[in-house]
Structures are given as C-alpha cells and as structure tokens.
C-alpha cells in the first residue's frame, strides 16, 4: 500500500551485467509497490540495461565510463581520458533530475553518480550483491549514507551496513514461495554463465557430452550459451542426439527455469541470490579474475554451508565435472539436502526491507 503521496524521485546507478542491474530492479519494484515514484537509471551503453530497461517503463541515462580493474594500459588510459566526462554528464543528471534518493548498485556507472552524490550531500544508499564487494563498493563503502550487504562478511568494509541477504525480482520471489523440491526423474541440469554466457562453461560441459550421453535417460539439459557460443554450441548438441537438450542464447523466464531445473552449473555471481530464493542445489565456478575475489567468496559461502559444490576455474574440466555429476546421479539426496541447505540461507525479500529501512531512515 503506497503510503505518501508525494512523487519519490530516484535514481539507480550501476548495471554492467545482470548480477549488478537486477537486484537494482528488484529495488525498483519494492518502492513502487510503497510509494508514487518516478525511477530513473543510470547505466552505459555497453551494459545489459542498454537491453533489459528499455522494455520497461523506466527511463535509462548513460555515462562513457568502464572499469580499471586488470586491464591493459591503452585501456587504462582510454578509460580515465573519457572519465571527464562521465563526470560531467554525471553532474548533469543529478542537477537536471534532483533525486531524492540514489541508490549505486555496483558496476562501472555507479562510481562517478555515487562519488558526485555524496559531494552533493544526496540522500545515498549501497546495494551491495557479494560476499566481498567489487572495487567501486570498496571505495564507496566508508562515504555513502546506508549500505545493505548480503553476508556478515562484509561488515567492517562500510560505514552503516545491514545485513538483509540479497534483492530477488519480484516474479522470483513469487515463484520462491511456491517453489517445491523439482523432481529428480530426469534429473534437470541448468546451464548458466550470466546474461552474456561464460565460454569455459560452456566449452567444458560440451566436452563432457560424450561421457554424459550414457546418462542420456536420466538427465535432461537446459543451456545458456550467451549470443557469441551459440550457433557453436547447438552443433554440438546435435551431435548427440540421445541427450535431450534445449540451447538457448538468452532465457528471459528465469522463475519458470528455477521451477523446473534441479541442478545449476553457473558462475558464482549474484546468480546465487536466486538459487537461494528457489532452494535449487548448484555446481559453482567463480570466474578466476573477479574484482577482490567476490566470486570465489560467494562460492565459498555456499560450499561451506553445504548448499553448493565449489569447482575453482583452474580445476573445473570434463573429468572432474562429469565425476562431480556422477556423485549427484549416484544419490539424488544430495541434490536435494543442497537445496534444502541454500533454501536456509534464503533472508526472505530484501527488496523490501531495503525500502522500508531506507524510507524510515531518511524519512522520505
């Protein structure tokens, strides 16, 4: 029930790859569901917002800007010659549209937005979606207002934390709650490496089909190649037509495949908010390269409360995977005391705790 009149200006800056910009969503969704708002983002042109906002009735803004973290040195230096002006558009949003809230969600957009906020005393608060945050986090974490962060973990690195789990869209959280366990017969195996694919997923599962296709009657496979594998991996599928496989470049209707699937092969970004939510059972691969680690500590967390099987990207092959699957096969209970274990790390909505926390704090 929307509480205030009042027309509830923000803007939400961050995006890049579904794991920063959804949660983002999420957030979204919860103060429309509280308060008339006029929510605007803030992405760039590269990013998956560039996709995903303009099917909504948002209004997206971009900044020329992209990250510094393990890049070569043009690109280093390309990237701080264009910063000027992300700055200054940056600044120009913010005097234009006036916020009443900025919201950063991490991502290449959220630096200059946040960092220009604060300076302009705005009312600014932090979602941050891993164990360990990435670098903008990091250095945005002792300056803004309010962060809400998904695990202990993190405490000590922000100036006012809450720890409220992660935000979850709105059609997961409906589909969480009347989720139960999937059926073990096939076995259904889920694929996903991000909106954009991750091409050792990819390239390591399709290796190991020659020794899945004895399986062939007990498992089926869902997999999410992003746009660049597709053609490449659909070739492969059709050389073994025994496995019953569905490829696809992108999957739209995630609270169907969560409703569906049993097992998830995927990286360990915020991806694993959502496992959570569904209480599915995971075989996760950080990316060896995430800034500060968050992958592998998001991976770690999951692993260590037994919800989740760990496979460091060096060591993630055919032989070992098809060995980690052949366990699961070999007794389907851990495929569901996985999920049963991810489901107890599941904190409820976020979204909306984050909202009401925000609004009582602020008092907006």
């Known amino acids: 029930m929307k509480s205030n009149s009042k027309t509830l200006k923000v803007l939400i800056a961050g995006g890049g790859t579904g794991g920063h910009l959804f949660p983002g969503m999420s957030i979204a969704e919860a103060l429309e569901d509280k308060r008339s708002c006029d929510i605007r983002f803030v992405g760039t042109t590269k990013g998956i917002e560039m996709r995903a906002i303009p099917k909504t009735h948002y ?37 234009s549209f006036r ?39 990091r250095l945005l974490g002792k300056m803004v207002e309010l962060s809400f962060i998904p695990f202990a973990q993190s405490l000590k690195l922000f100036k006012n934390p809450i720890v409220v789990g992660n ?29 954009q694919g991750a091409h050792i997923l990819n390239k390591v599962v399709v290796e190991s089909l020659p020794q ?87 991976a770690r967390t999951m692993a260590e409360a037994g919800a989740g099987i760990m496979i460091e990207e060096k060591e993630f092959n055919p032989d070992h995977l098809v060995k980690t699957l052949e ?18 790390l599941y904190r409820g909505d976020s979204a909306a705790k984050i909202v009401d926390e925000t609004l009582k704090r602020f008092q907006l």
């Open 212 to 298: 899945l296709a004895k399986y062939a009657g007990e498992i089926q496979i869902i997999h999410q190649t992003g746009q660049n594998d597709y053609d490449w991996v659909e070739s492969e599928y059709q050389k073994h037509p025994q496995i019953k496989a569905q490829v696809s470049e992108f999957i739209d209707d995630m609270a169907a495949l969560y409703q569906k699937s049993s097992l998830f092969i995927s990286r360990a970004g915020s991806m694993i908010n959502e496992i959570i939510a569904m209480g599915r059972a995971s075989i996760l691969v950080p990316i060896a390269i995430s800034s500060g680690d968050h992958q592998k500590e998001n």
């Open 99 to 137: 916020p009443h809230l900025v919201v950063g969600i991490g991502g290449y957009a959220s630096g200059p937005v946040m960092a220009l906020s604060v300076l302009l005393r705005k009312r600014t608060i932090i979602q941050e979606q891993n164990a360990h945050p990435g670098m903008t986090n």
């Open 327 to 344: 366990s699961l096969f070999v007794d389907k209970s851990k495929l569901q005391s996985m999920g049963l274990k991810a489901r107890e």
């Open 167 to 195: 935000p979850i869209r709105k059609a997961i959280t409906e589909s969480a709650a009347n989720s139960s366990p999937p059926s073990q017969e096939p076995i259904v195996i889920s694929i996903v490496g991000g909106s």
């Open 59 to 95: 209004q997206l803004y971009t900044i020329p800007v992209s990250g510094l973290y393990r890049v070569g040195f043009l690109k280093k230096v390309k990237t701080l010659l264009k910063l000027p002006l992300a700055i200054l558009k940056s600044l120009f949003i913010l005097l």
